[in-house]
């Protein structure tokens, strides 16, 4: 069965400073991943996805993550937060693109001035 | 073009009720999914419907139902309400599945009294 497991329920960071935001997932076989963030009283956006083919994948905001399959890891970071950055993350793994989609249980992003 | 809506966007029920949540996708995306997400329990999916079938389904009890229509609007039902019932219910629209871009509404807040 699948799973993803997201390291830390808040995270919080300077302005200006690198973010790292951890996901590690577990999958029968090579999966699709992807970033979510949820802004406050808003639905999900898509951040990012890795499908196959570049294992560093560059998604919107200046956010970029890193598929690790030795790790089973898809970390998500940023070289500087923004305060506007503040927000929930949530990374998500599916088998394949009809399959069921799995989400991790959030990390909380606080941006500290 | 216009997002993916989600009609009501509040609700308050009592326990033993019925509720129905609409959802409106994208134009022309086939695949609506919808999602419970709680403080506790994080997002958690609960079904996909495609082409007005049924694709995938999440661990959650017959209570909760759902449909698609031919327009690819789709409702959910939760029957005989329970104060755990109480959630952000979210629905998203994608072209063929969750491995694509699902583009999320902004929520229906259930409050079961």
């Known amino acids: 069965a699948q799973s993803v497991t997201q390291l830390g329920s808040h995270v919080s960071v300077s302005e200006g400073a690198l973010v790292l935001l951890r996901c590690n997932y577990s999958?029968?076989?090579?999966?699709?991943l992807f970033w979510y963030v949820q802004y406050p009283n808003q639905g999900l956006q898509l951040l990012l996805k890795?499908?196959?083919?570049?294992?560093l994948v560059k998604g919107i905001n200046g956010f970029e993550a890193e598929f690790k399959k030795s790790e089973t890891s898809f970390h998500l970071t940023k070289p500087s937060a923004h305060m506007s950055d503040a927000a929930e993350y949530f990374c998500?793994?599916?088998?394949?693109?009809?399959?069921?989609?799995?989400f991790g249980k959030g990390t909380r992003l606080h941006i500290l001035p | 073009k216009a997002g993916v809506t989600q009609t009501p966007r509040y609700l308050i029920k009592t326990r033993g009720q019925q509720v129905t949540l609409s959802c409106s996708p994208i134009?022309?995306?086939?695949?609506v999914s919808w999602y419970q997400q709680t403080p506790g329990q994080g997002l958690q999916f609960l079904f996909e419907?495609?082409?007005?079938?049924?694709?995938n389904k999440g661990n959650f009890p017959g209570r909760f139902s759902g449909r698609q229509f031919s327009n690819s609007r789709s409702e959910m039902n939760v029957s005989t309400l329970e104060l755990g019932d109480s959630a952000l219910y979210l629905c998203?629209?994608?072209?063929?599945?969750?491995?694509?871009?699902?583009?999320f509404g902004p929520g229906t807040r259930l409050t079961v009294l």
């Open positions: 998203a629209s994608s072209l063929d599945g969750a491995g694509d871009t699902q583009y």
């Open positions: 999958s029968s076989v090579p999966p699709y």
């Open positions: 890795y499908t196959t083919g570049a294992t």
């Open positions: 998500a793994v599916i088998r394949n693109r009809d399959d069921k989609i799995i």
């Open positions: 134009s022309g995306h086939r695949s």
């Open positions: 419907y495609f082409s007005e079938t049924q694709r």
